[in-house]
């Protein structure tokens, strides 16, 4: 009897250790797999965003390529441009367009290039449009425009000046007309100047302050 215990005992000993080198091996053995699966995924990982930094650098230097490229075929005038000088002349409300001539040392210019070109011209002014086509060139001018009329007086009386082609104000016809029987609001009209636009305005205009 004695000795069916002591097999039992032993017998039993025998599973229970069996059984803790069992759940040890297991442990220890999904503590490797799993720490191996986990430097898997972190290199993974890291070669994933390795990657997508590699195509972000890529996709920056194109850009920046492609933008010099733009740059570089920026338009440019040549032989065959309309270069158009547009004035708005303030005293007379008028806007007159003439064509420049494009000289040698003009073709090829760029608009930055350009507008430096034009402030050794004017003192003032800006680019509307900028193409190969077309270049069109705004000033503003507080003058009179050419071929105009100014009526005014000059020693008390009425007389008539004309703008030629150059905007040169010559003097076009004197009158024996005095301003002394006008109103007041008319002799401070001519002082400062009546401006018309054709010859026959002026006659009218005369017309009126004779009769």
């Known amino acids: 009897m004695m000795r069916?215990?002591?097999?039992?005992s032993f017998f039993i000993s025998f599973i229970v250790i069996a059984v803790l080198f069992t759940s040890l091996g297991y442990g220890i053995?999904?503590?490797?797999?799993?720490?191996?699966?986990?430097?898997?995924?972190?290199n993974e990982t890291a070669e994933h965003l390795k990657t997508e930094e590699n195509i972000d650098t890529n996709e920056d230097d194109q850009d920046s390529t492609d933008e010099?490229?733009?740059?570089?075929?920026?338009e440019s005038i040549d032989e065959n441009t309309n270069?158009?000088?547009?004035?708005?002349?303030?005293?007379?409300?008028?806007?007159?367009?003439?064509?420049?001539?494009?000289?040698?040392?003009m073709i090829?210019?760029?608009?930055e290039e350009?507008?430096?070109?034009?402030?050794?011209i004017y003192d003032s002014f800006s680019i509307e449009s900028f193409s190969k086509e077309e270049v069109i060139i705004y000033r503003e001018d507080k003058n009179i425009c050419p071929n105009h009329f100014l009526v005014t007086e000059e020693n008390g009386y009425i007389i008539v000046y004309k703008f030629n082609e150059n905007g040169e104000k010559i003097k076009f016809k004197e009158t024996q007309a005095s301003i002394a029987r006008l109103p007041l609001k008319d002799q401070s009209l001519l002082k400062e100047g009546i401006v018309k636009s054709s010859i026959d305005e002026v006659h009218q205009l005369l017309e009126d302050y004779s009769s």
């Open 68 to 74: 010099q490229i733009v740059t570089n075929m920026a």
């Open 4 to 8: 069916r215990r002591r097999n039992r």
């Open 83 to 105: 270069l158009v000088l547009r004035t708005s002349y303030l005293r007379c409300g008028s806007t007159q367009e003439e064509m420049l001539l494009v000289e040698n040392n």
């Open 29 to 42: 053995g999904y503590y490797r797999f799993g720490r191996s699966i986990n430097n898997n995924i972190n």
């Open 108 to 111: 090829g210019l760029k608009e």
């Open 114 to 120: 350009l507008i430096v070109y034009f402030k050794n």
